[in-house]
């Protein structure tokens, strides 16, 4: 039973799940007396959607670890009117009523209220594609979504997962732990959009290794019937192969459920999303848009951007919420940094900020740094390689982006960048971040430190980078990792000279060629490019080094 108090205020929430719950939970910290009804269209108000491919796939075991809160739940904790089952129709403005119907009887009502907050959230997108309506083709956006998907898996023994983005790899993942033929299709040349593509081959590798059949830059046209009883979907390419598996799972991006706020008048962004301010208040002061729904500032560019993820949406909800109890109190949502991360399977990568392809859509200036480095203290047990890509800005050294991948760790380095990109920290500043140092956990000059000291190498031309192996001929390649490693994993066409042996064999390279240097990680062959810059050589250095190029490196499917 509701708080018989008269209410401070009446404010009416459509969707739960992460920015609706969070919305109400913070509405009532600060108003215990406002009458606060949530209204969502599905039976579940709250759960972990990040982790439904991961109850698929049977990491997470117990499937009501997933529900954070429950209707009732929720009424107890909050004394909030929790209205599941029930889908919002229409919004009118001119009264402040939400029309409601309840799905399991019909019933109609109106809601009044003197603040909305729309939190509807996404639909997954799904194409007008011949047969696309055929009962095996799935999407995951709920907890009856995922039941729909672990049942059908269970029978089958061939998966199709199409589209390559963070959501497409989890179930790619889980599909394989399963025992599950995977197939992956993927309309760009790369999977993993989101990373540039020098940073996404390695997660490819690691699809192909594991035994992922993956197929880039290709499109599903269609879907037909097969004649195999346990396989009986066919999906054709845009290249005229014929997949035939059990189950198809579409995983191609969302579309905004914008529909209420388009009808009820409110402003939109060209893709469809509803314009918000820094407060998340709609063209109509009086009503929120929150998550999936809206558009916010990107971080940098101030474009208008969404980034579909619960740690955004959560912190829209405070906002919402602060800003209807304390007004201009409240601290305004700054912005997003699209910071994102994925597992798959030995290999994890992430990205914050711009990339490199965002930067050269805006015509901005920008450096690349790539270093590698371990997890932690190398002659510690354990250590895994990271990878990191450092964008920056040549004239004022800001931090304008970085990706990561590799094993352990990833996840730490890529949550310090992110905050380097929020505290609008420069690569001077990286150079002394003074971060936890003992073996097990780091390492005494961290990879992020690493990355400060190659920049501002760069940047005060102490080194000159390449990207990839020049291919062209006249061009001397020396390899100055020690003799085991360089036979280990040989680099065609490159010349073994460990480095300790680089001054006594400088009369045996010839000057007036141009050298590029190489080595495990791109730290010793910085070493030898200066021994060589200074005695008079055009040289560069292979960024990164030999373990940051999966081109160098071959890839063997997994036994």
Partial sequence: MLNAKTPSRRVVIIGGVAGGASAAARLRRLDEFAQITLVERGPDVSFANCGLPYHIGGEIADRSLLTIQTP?????????????????????????TVTVVDLRSGQQSQLPYDHLILAPGAAPLRPSLPGIDRPEILTLRSLQDMDRIKHAVEEVESVLVI?????????????????????????????????????????????????????LGTA?????????????????????????????????GVVPESRLGKEAGLALTPRGHIAVNAYLQTSDPLIYALGDVCATPDLFTGEQTNVPLGGPANRQGRTCADHIVLGEKALPYPGSLGTAIVRVFALTAGVTGLSEKRLRALGRDYRVTLVAGSSHASYYPGAESVTLKLLWDPQSGDVLGAQAYGGAGVDKRLDILATALRGRLTIDDLVHLELSYAPPFGSAKDVVNVAGFAATNQRDELVRPVSALPTEP??????????????????????????????????????????????????????????????????????????????????????
């Fill in 220 to 252: 599903i046209v269609s879907f037909e019937a097969s004649e195999r009883p346990h396989e009986p979907v066919c999906a054709i390419t845009s290249h005229g192969e014929r997949i035939v598996v059990g189950a198809v799972i579409l995983s191609i």
């Fill in 72 to 96: 009732a739940s929720l009424r107890s904790l909050l004394h909030i009117d929790v209205r599941a089952q029930t889908e919002a129709t229409h919004i009118d403005r001119s009264t402040r």
């Fill in 474 to 559: 006249g061009i001397q390649l020396v390899d100055v990792r020690g003799a085991a490693a360089a036979q280990e994993l040989p680099v065609e066409g490159a010349r073994n000279i460990p480095l300790a042996a680089l001054r006594d064999a400088l009369p045996t390279l010839e000057q007036g060629m141009p050298v590029v240097t190489l080595c495990a990680h791109g730290k010793t062959s910085y070493f030898a490019a200066r021994i060589l810059a200074q005695h008079g050589y055009n040289v560069r250095s292979l960024a990164g080094g030999v373990y940051a190029h999966p081109e160098l490196q071959p890839t063997k499917p997994s036994a």
């Fill in 163 to 215: 589209g390559a983005g963070f959501i497409g790899l989890e179930m790619a993942e889980q599909l394989a732990h399963l025992g599950k033929r995977v197939h992956v299709v993927e309309l760009q040349p790369q999977v993993l959009p989101a990373l540039d593509p020098d940073m996404a081959a390695p997660l490819a590798q690691e699809l192909v290794r594991q035994g992922i059949a993956l197929r």
